[in-house]
């Protein structure tokens, strides 16, 4: 009996070509990004769940009572140590690691890298595999060095190079080689290796090549080390919490021991919590939607063909067939379509995956690439989703007594008109949503790009220092500064800790001379030269960017912005200048400039006090940052590599601009952005797939109809009007619902921006006109041709 169902359910979706074709296509497009997301949810969904008894690691975090004091990740170095020996019922293993960013040769090739300095349990507790190499004994030597499979294509071009050795700078310059000791296989993406965009690391030193590196672990002062455990079977979160805390009182500083409140997150949770989880319901959602757009393209089109198959209904139920097999037939043959669908879907998803994966920046797995469980959801997706598409025109026709079915009427004609058009309605709406929402994320998004910063980003480029944090490695970098600027494509140059991308040098606790230490304020900390304001183009309002050498008085001396200046209750700049304010752990500090407040991090976040210190007196630096002159950016480069050699031949001229790095402040929104635009697309051809399919059959079904209109005098205008008035008014009743959910949803998210654009009606009235025209053209389009028919021919289809 199943093999009849099929031959006849295939033979109906081959008499009906051009319905066939636009349901399957309608649902290829809805399985393909339902398919591309679920991909994409799964994948960011696995992150730490491959790692070795995943489900008991866990990572330290900080909870700080004064928050200036340290970061949420990081914790004191020796802390997971001491809770693995004094704490063995609770803590089963552990890893520390601190990251560096250095230089690292071989032979005449140097490169700026990203190096993970911790223990040796790192291969171990973690279950990474080495492709050549020995686990056990890797780290065993303290100048050893463990290095991932592309990391060693790249420096040896090959993967066989065991005993082979790359020279790594420490920060005081120092040099020594380190031999390979191990190559590490393909990673997968988890929050050890990879804690961050900014720690993504590929070269993994032991904690005998700390002191070498400028790191100490062994005290309870350093508290930026990340800290991750492993615990016992049936080891409480809370018993471990509270270890922590015992430990932190009895050994960390007594300032610390006050501040420090640690706790540990499960690693398989900790990922998606601090990371993309939004954007994965986000996702999820909208795919949900799209889907349901395609299944009801679906519905809508069965119902509307209904009359069609009301005979053979009719005529089967005479000939004894029950009610049930045929709601078997309408549910095959949706399967049917739905598994056609779901092929093409599978071609789509290998094209698009691509695409996709541009757009938010990672990998997509291939279509072979996922665990053998992943691959019994596609039939079962499509047996759910035939199911749910036919389900409803299945029983609806079934339901109908044959004599009703040999006369063609469809039971209670308003229900049924009222339903597909409550399911018009729902498509529009969503349309609608997804498309407000796009111009409102791309409106918020170029703000960010267009809004001015306060500074001048254009033909500014950044590129990453040799370290010597010392008063002879400033002077040094001064000097190559001083000889870099005589190029004459440069316009000026500046060495800095930070370029704006709101990674500041550190905070200070700042108060008036005539409060006490109670009444402070945070300001942020930049660590520049006299140069910082020329190459950034800051308004400098009152006083001087330093003076034009640096003298021992310029160490009490510093430039604050307006922010800093308010707070401290000036209202003009030139009142503040040689004034003086107090600061925690520092001496009194006069002020000798006041810049205007530019936008130096994110704009999620409020403009912040901030307080440039001189790199003489502090002597902590990471940038050059190169305002170049217009005119021939390639020749520039060269230029300024060409004497970068010359002045720093052994460190690697990896340079980027400040474009860039403003556009990796606000990678989720572009990310975002792209999507919105990708899912609006695809949402908007689906509804008008469905226009396609109904609007035809609706002709078919009025042919007479017209025909009769025609004779007694009806223009094709006419004709044209008496199908467009339903429909757009149907866009019409979904944009008022859509409009005020669109902007609930977009006034929640654009919450969590300290500045952003006003919602305005343009976002809402632009999507209904598009919505409007387009449904209007293409129903036009496709009414014109019955509507210039000839009459005699309308009139003899019955």
């Known amino acids: ?30 399985i393909t990004f339902t398919m591309l997301t679920a991909v994409y949810i799964w994948q960011e969904m696995q992150v730490n769940h491959q790692l070795k008894n995943a489900g008991n690691q866990y990572i330290l975090l900080s909870k700080w009572k004064d928050p200036n004091m340290g970061y949420e990740i990081g914790t004191c170095a020796p802390l997971p140590l001491a809770l693995k020996k004094e704490y063995p019922n609770l803590v089963k293993n552990y890893y520390r690691w601190d990251g560096v960013t250095s230089n690292v040769s071989k032979g005449d090739k140097h490169f700026r890298e990203h190096i993970q300095i911790g223990d040796s349990t790192l291969l171990n507790m973690y279950g990474f595999k080495l492709l050549t190499g020995n ?29 082979e050795t790359i020279t790594i700078e420490s920060f005081k310059g120092d040099k020594h080689d380190f031999m390979v000791s191990g190559v590490l296989d393909k990673i997968p993406k988890n929050s050890i290796t990879n804690l961050s965009e900014d720690n993504n690391n590929d070269l993994f030193l032991s904690l005998g090549a700390a002191r070498f590196m400028g790191r100490d672990m062994d005290t309870w002062a350093n508290t930026i080390v990340v800290g991750l455990v492993e615990l016992q079977p049936g080891a ?26 640690p706790y540990i997150v499960p690693l398989n949770t900790y990922y998606l919590d601090w990371g993309p989880k939004k954007m994965l319901y986000t996702l999820g959602l909208v795919a949900a939607f799209i889907l349901f757009m395609a299944i009801i393209n679906f519905v809508n089109i069965c119902i509307s063909r209904s009359a069609q198959r009301m005979k053979e209904m009719g005529i089967r139920k005479v000939l004894g067939g029950l009610r049930g097999a045929l709601i078997k037939q309408f549910l095959t043959e949706s399967v049917i379509m739905v598994t056609v669908a779901t092929l093409f879907a599978m071609v789509l998803y290998m094209i698009g995956r691509y695409y996709f994966a541009d757009i938010l920046q990672t990998e997509m797995t291939g279509l072979f690439g996922f665990p053998w469980y992943l691959y019994l959801l596609l039939p079962g997706m499509a047996l759910f989703t035939g199911i749910l598409a036919g389900l409803y025109p299945a029983v609806l026709l079934s339901s109908l007594k044959s004599v009703d079915s040999l006369k063609g009427k469809l039971g209670s004609v308003k229900e049924n008109i009222t339903f597909r058009k409550v399911l018009i309605a729902f498509q529009f709406a969503t349309a609608a949503i997804v498309m407000i929402c796009a ?28 370290r010597d944090w010392s008063k002879k490695g400033v002077a040094k970098m001064e000097g190559i500064r001083s000889r870099i600027a005589q190029l004459p494509q440069v316009k000026a140059i500046s060495l800095s800790w930070a370029i704006p991308d709101g990674n500041y040098s550190a905070q200070l606790q700042a108060y008036k001379m005539s409060d006490d230490s109670l009444h402070t304020f945070t300001s942020q900390v930049v660590n520049v030269d006299n140069q910082y304001a020329a190459a950034y183009n800051l308004k400098l309002k009152a006083g001087e960017f330093f003076g ?77 940052s190169v305002k170049l002159n217009p005119g021939d950016l390639e020749a520039s480069i060269a230029a300024l590599q060409k004497k970068w050699s010359q002045e720093m031949p052994d460190a690697p001229f990896e340079y980027g601009f400040m474009d860039e790095a403003l556009a990796k402040l606000y990678q989720t929104e572009i990310q975002l952005k792209k999507a919105s635009y990708l899912a609006t ?33 009806s223009s094709a205008g006419n004709i044209v009007k008496l199908f467009l008035k339903d429909f757009l008014l149907t866009v019409v009743l979904s944009g008022t619902i859509a409009c005020p959910l669109a902007f609930l949803l977009m006034r929640h998210w654009l919450n969590d ?20 025209v387009v449904t209007a053209l293409l129903i036009t389009l496709q009414t014109l041709k019955a509507a210039y028919a000839n009459p005699v021919k309308s009139l003899r289809t019955e």
């Open 548 to 624: 034009p050498a640096y003298m021992a008085s310029d160490s009490a001396r510093v430039v604050i912005n307006e922010k800093h200046m308010h707070a401290l209750g000036f209202n003009h700049a030139a009142d503040a200048i040689g004034q003086q304010f107090k600061a925690q752990g520092m001496p009194v500090l006069t002020i000798c400039g006041v810049v205007q407040d530019f936008r130096f991090g994110s704009m999620q976040q409020e403009l912040q006090p901030m307080t440039f210190v001189n790199v003489n007196y502090q002597p902590l630096y990471r940038f050059f």
């Open 1 to 30: 009996m199943l093999h009849n169902y099929f031959i006849i359910g295939w033979r109906n979706i081959l008499r009906n070509k051009l319905f066939s074709a636009i349901n399957i296509a309608g649902l290829s497009i809805g």
């Open 236 to 261: 409480s979160k809370s018993a471990v919490d509270a270890a922590m805390l015992r430990l932190v009182k009895a050994h960390a500083q007594p300032q610390v021991a006050a501040n420090l409140v």
């Open 753 to 772: 921006y300290a500045y952003k654009i006003s919602l305005t009606p343009m976002p809402f009235l632009i999507s209904m006109v598009v919505l409007l």
């Open 439 to 466: 111009i409102i994320i791309s409106l918020q998004t170029n703000l960010f790009f267009g809004k001015s910063l306060g500074y001048d980003k254009e033909h500014v480029l950044y590129a990453q220092l040799p």
């Open 135 to 163: 686990a056990a004994t890797a780290f065993n030597d303290p100048f050893s060095v463990v290095i991932t499979r592309d990391k060693a294509i790249k420096y040896f071009g090959r993967t066989n190079v065991i005993g």
């Open 681 to 713: 697309g695809l949402a908007i051809i689906i509804v008008l797939l469905g226009i396609i399919g109904l609007v035809s059959l609706s002709v078919q079904k009025r042919t007479k109809e017209i025909g009769v209109r025609k004779v007694l005098g």
